[in-house]
């Protein structure tokens, strides 16, 4: 759904296709070289995340402000 959503059907088909690539070349290598790649490949997964946290962090910040001051009238009430 993620691929279809960022790509259009073109992409998951080409999504498709890699895994299938990425299958077949991995039955082919040694055990720990396959779990070592998947380490580091789930760990790289860090670096997007990280920039999406620090782009929002300004919009998180002004909403938890809002929140705050909305909840404080509630209270007050």
Request: with cysteine; aromatic share 10%.
């Amino acid at each position: 759904v993620n691929i279809r959503s960022l790509f259009g059907k073109k992409g998951v088909k080409i999504y498709a296709l890699l895994v299938c690539v990425f299958v077949a070349v991995g039955s082919t290598l040694k055990v720990d070289l396959v779990w070592s790649l998947s380490d580091t490949f789930n760990g790289l997964m860090v670096i997007p995340n990280l920039l999406s946290l620090l782009s929002l962090s300004g919009t998180v910040s002004r909403l938890y402000q809002s929140y705050g001051k909305k909840k404080q009238i509630k209270e007050a009430s």
